[in-house]
């Protein structure tokens, strides 16, 4: 965990974009820069590293393709905030019999990632072995290439508990290059220069200015005059945004 604050992973990316449900660059900003306050386990987490070895397991049965795990937070060389802890690898016979992280890339050409989704998101999955996976996912699937130098990610997905499906996602040079160049803006303007990034929705604005500025003003009478004017300025201004439209 410590080593995770040196750089962004993965599962982070897509909060950076602004495309994440679970977190936002400012919340990532405050992990980051060890602001954050410590949380409980949520229940989706929970389940997702319990069922991790069955949806593996699963994977392998079904696909026929020996995977292994890889116990090392891999970074790029180049871009040394690129950090990554994935899955699994998928052993290659034809490349190496064992999977290893060797001058800056993995001993492989293929990755596995397995997933834990909700029911109620069941829409966001495409058609078996399609690349259609939800767009938090697919900025993590490539950053994951992008740091290990494979060209293909196998994806499976347990949704509801009950319903299994596979997704093959190939390896997209344009998106690994533009995710690699928004997170270094991210790490070099926020996180390196200390700078909170803009909050982006109530969440962000409730923990950046938690505390009560202190006490109650007193609006004296011009303080309360410039009020009615700001007041009666909104008014019109929303009465004629009606009348446009």
Avoid at 229 to 239: A, D, I, L, P, T
Wanted: charged share 25%.
């Amino acid at each position: 965990l410590k080593a995770r604050k040196t750089g962004v992973g993965g599962s982070e990316v897509a909060a950076i974009l602004g495309l994440s449900n679970y977190a936002t660059p400012y919340t990532v900003w405050l992990d980051k820069t060890n602001r954050s306050e410590p949380e409980e386990m949520s229940e989706a987490a929970y389940w997702g590293i319990e069922l991790e070895d069955i949806i593996a397991r699963e994977f392998s049965k079904r696909s026929g393709l020996k995977i292994q795990k890889v116990n090392l937070m891999m970074r790029h060389e180049t871009y040394t905030y690129a950090i990554a802890n994935i899955d699994r690898a998928i052993v290659n016979p034809a490349i190496s019999g064992t999977v290893r992280f060797k001058d800056g890339a993995l001993t492989t050409d293929q990755i596995y990632e397995g997933k834990t989704s909700s029911a109620y998101f069941d829409k966001m999955w495409g058609d078996e072995l399609s690349d259609a996976i939800p767009e938090y996912y697919l900025c993590q699937v490539m950053w994951y290439l992008g740091i290990t130098g494979t060209q293909k990610c196998h994806l499976a997905v347990l949704i509801g508990g009950q319903k299994y499906k596979q997704f093959v996602i190939e390896r997209d040079e344009e998106l690994i290059a533009m995710l690699f160049a928004e997170a270094g803006i991210f790490w070099r303007d926020f996180v390196l220069a200390d700078i909170p990034p803009d909050p982006i929705n109530l969440g962000d604005c409730a923990l950046r200015w938690s505390k009560s500025m202190g006490g109650v003003i007193e609006a004296d009478e011009a303080m309360a005059e410039k009020l009615a004017e700001y007041r009666s300025e909104e008014r019109r201004v929303g009465k004629e945004c009606l009348r446009l439209c």
